[in-house]
């Protein structure tokens, strides 16, 4: 049975909701300086033609949107929920070798980039996580990817986590 309120169910209503935790949760990301200038981690969410929109309109826009945090959609809500994160930079150097991405990319901005995101959810005080975080497990690495129109190095990340919408999100320390 579902309640409905407007047109929207009862767990539609509470995905609206985790997208805004999440998104009030990554606004307390630091900056990263990235080729010497600062860049602020950008939070969004949806499918993957959502994702093509979304990357098409903040490129319009001449806004910044990198480095990139996306959860993909849909994950079923239940007690513990499986995000799936897309952390993503942008990388128009197509010559550059893996090992080189290694290092500039990967260890400069999404290696601590994954690190600042799982110290939010730790400490967020509404998530919590069901697998504990090890350095082995650091999610699936993406090389020069062009799954959208930007070319991408990524790491997606799978978490699996509990949402307390009776908290209230606490400051988190970086």
């Not at 290694?102 to 690190?115: A, K, R, S």
């Amino acid at each position: 049975m579902f309640i409905l309120i407007g047109s929207l169910d009862l767990f539609q209503i509470l995905e609206v909701m985790i997208f805004k935790k999440l998104k009030e949760i990554f606004d307390q990301l630091p900056e990263m300086v990235i080729g010497g200038k600062n860049f602020k981690p950008q939070f969004h969410f949806g499918t993957q033609e959502q994702l093509v929109a979304y990357l098409s309109l903040k490129r319009k826009s001449g806004e910044k949107y990198y480095p990139l945090i996306y959860l993909q959609t849909p994950f079923e809500e239940s007690d513990t929920m499986e995000f799936t994160f897309i952390l993503a930079t942008l990388n128009k150097n197509v010559s550059m070798t893996n090992w080189e991405r290694l290092d500039i990319t990967f260890g400069t901005t999404l290696e601590p980039l994954l690190d600042n995101l799982i110290v939010a959810i730790k400490q967020s005080g509404i998530f919590y996580m069901t697998d504990e975080f090890s350095k082995e497990n650091r999610g699936s690495k993406y090389f020069n990817y062009h799954v959208t129109p930007d070319i991408w190095d990524a790491i997606e990340y799978k978490i699996n986590v509990r949402y307390r919408s009776d908290c209230k999100i606490k400051k988190i320390y970086f």
